[in-house]
């Protein structure tokens, strides 16, 4: 009855507020910017519940913490070690808009019923360091600058070398890197308002970009002392845009930082399997015309006035032979299809939504190895399954090993895509991996609803999975508009009548998962109407909603 009236107090008198010494950070993560959420009170740290957690309140957690924009909500219990058991749990939930700049300008109820297995996790972006080069005579030689909070800054020439040259022409898709000359080499000089950065930056030469370099923080450098570099001259940046996924679309190449239309004059399956080799895709299938893919190419963009010789050996576009032309038209672009992967699963789980990952090509299923994978990718894997969010994802274990080929690696997800066949990988079926870096994904199971106790399928009492759990729905505010999405998702017929009172299905037992749904119709799912938080209630099941539609 206690544990009632303070659900009860917490629902009706609203949030209250963070004290504003309150800090936070993430714990457990591979950075500063990813972990499970904690804060501080009393100068004491505790964790914060995952009740109604969200991307809004991540956004404040990223902007607090000076990281990147939010890119997920993976739970607390990903991230070791796991908070210690005489930890406290301070909050149940926090309510940001998203707009706030810290935590303590959120809305936030005191904990009541919550433990560390519901601890809310952050994912970021990593803060990173954007590189230029000013001032020289193509994109890939001059001034080093980067930007940070916005601004651009000399980098400071102190300890520059080779290294660090050979990773900003890597980041720039550049060539090799060929010198390190003095940033004053370059004009215009820099004007005295721009900020030098007081960092220097140690690399080993290997890294994808400056931010994977250590920084070391300096006292004193100045405009004169700044650092420069030449690479090779920049090399055709290809893609093809607009076909079902990454490997079959218009080809489009990017010179002086625009997108241009490739000629179909000369075009042949030696530039197809070029182009589907630098893009990590399957063997190429076919030249199809670029008009074939929609949306069609844009009047104001470019087309390449070149067409390029390759004799089908070579790794990327750029080493093919450059040949002028005098014309070329939207209408006269080229296009590509590659092979690419056919479809996704999990299989060796309990159910559907948890298992080994595998993914089908050529028509024979293998799996998928752990470079480059993380929690992005098996977001997007659960989505595509239509599964609920992703959980965990983690290198498989013995007994579940796959056999046969091992397909992918190198996968690189932002989390967005609708499909893993849209995310980038290494080429197809080309590792060193073996089947101990099989990858392992768990989702949540998918939402869905039924009625139960009736003659048929369209009517009796309302039950809805969560977590792979069957549980009831209270009554309160149930009406019309709520009777017919459950007649709309279980493609029955309309709603006979309001139902919600109707006993003649007896009772539930167990959870009651739902109250106070409210639906404006415009929904797909129930899942989508506004209700309270999952399993939070003041009902019994005397008040379990029950539904009545017609037959379809």
């Known amino acids: 009855m206690a544990l009632l009236v303070f659900l009860l107090l917490a629902f009706f008198t609203g949030p209250a507020q963070f004290e504003s010494s309150s800090t936070v950070r993430l714990?457990?993560?591979?950075?500063?910017?990813?972990?499970?959420?904690?804060?501080?009170?009393?100068g004491k740290w505790g964790t914060v519940c995952d009740d109604g957690w969200g991307m809004e309140d991540v956004a404040v957690v990223c902007r607090e913490l000076n990281c990147g924009e939010a890119k997920w909500t993976p739970a607390g219990i990903l991230y070791t070690p796991l908070a210690d058991k005489d930890q406290k749990v301070l909050f149940q939930e926090v309510i940001c808009q998203g707009?706030?700049?810290n935590l303590s300008q959120c809305d936030q109820v005191e904990v009541f019923d919550c433990t560390h297995d519901e601890d809310a996790g952050a994912q970021c972006e990593k803060p990173s360091l954007t590189v230029r080069l000013a001032g020289g005579p193509h994109r890939c030689e001059g001034r080093v600058e980067v930007q940070q909070n916005g601004e651009w800054h000399t980098m400071c020439r102190a300890g520059w070398g080779m290294e660090e040259a050979a990773v900003v022409c890597r980041e720039l898709n550049c060539g090799e890197a060929k010198g390190t000359p003095r940033g004053t080499a370059y004009e215009?000089?820099?004007?005295?308002?721009?900020?030098?950065?007081?960092?220097?930056?140690?690399?080993?030469?290997?890294?994808?970009?400056?931010t994977a370099c250590e920084p070391v923080d300096i006292s004193a450098c100045f405009h004169n002392e700044g650092a420069g570099v030449q690479c090779e001259k920049p090399s055709l940046t290809v893609r093809l845009a607009g076909g079902p996924h990454r490997c079959e679309g218009r080809v489009e190449v990017q010179q002086n930082g625009e997108w241009h239309t490739m000629c179909r004059a000369g075009w042949g399956m030696e530039e197809a399997a070029v182009v589907c080799r630098e893009l990590n895709c399957g063997e190429a299938k076919g030249t199809p015309r670029g008009t074939a893919y929609e949306p069609s190419t844009g009047t104001d963009q470019k087309v390449l006035m070149q067409e390029v010789i390759c004799q089908g050996h070579e790794l990327n576009l750029t080493a093919c032979e450059p040949v002028d032309i005098s014309a070329c038209f939207h209408n006269e672009g080229a296009g590509v299809q590659c092979e690419m992967l056919e479809n996704v699963r999990l299989v060796g789980g309990p159910r559907r939504c948890k298992g080994r990952v595998e993914v089908k090509h050529r028509g024979k299923w293998g799996?998928?190895?752990?470079?480059?994978?993380?929690?992005?990718?098996?977001?997007?894997?659960?989505?595509q399954l239509g599964c609920g969010k992703a959980l965990l994802t983690?290198?498989?274990?013995?007994?579940?090993?796959?056999?046969?080929p091992i397909w992918l690696s190198e996968v690189s997800c932002s989390g967005r895509e609708l499909s893993l066949q849209r995310c980038s990988s290494g080429i197809l079926g080309k590792n060193n991996c073996t089947h101990d870096d099989d990858m392992w994904v768990e989702c949540e199971d998918p939402f869905d609803l039924r009625l139960v106790g009736g003659d048929t399928n369209c009517s009796g009492r309302l039950e809805v999975l969560h977590k792979g759990e069957w549980g009831s729905v209270c009554d309160d505010g149930w009406g019309e508009e709520e009777d017919q999405m459950v007649c709309k998702q279980l493609g029955c017929g309309e709603s006979l009548f309001p139902s919600a009172k109707t006993q003649r299905f007896g009772h539930g037992v167990g959870r009651i998962w739902l109250d106070d749904v409210r639906c404006s119709g415009k929904e797909k799912s129930l899942e989508q109407c506004r209700h309270r938080f999952w399993g939070h209630h003041d009902c019994n099941h005397k008040e379990d909603v029950a539904v009545i539609c017609s037959e379809p």
């Open 99 to 101: 707009h706030e700049l």
């Open 188 to 210: 215009p000089s820099t004007g005295t308002d721009q900020k030098v950065l007081m960092q220097e930056v140690i690399c080993q030469g290997h890294e994808l970009n400056l």
């Open 27 to 42: 714990v457990g993560g591979p950075h500063r910017c990813e972990g499970r959420v904690e804060v501080q009170q009393n």
């Open 367 to 383: 799996t998928v190895c752990k470079a480059g994978w993380n929690l992005s990718a098996a977001k997007v894997v659960c989505r």
């Open 394 to 404: 983690k290198r498989c274990c013995s007994t579940t090993q796959g056999q046969g």
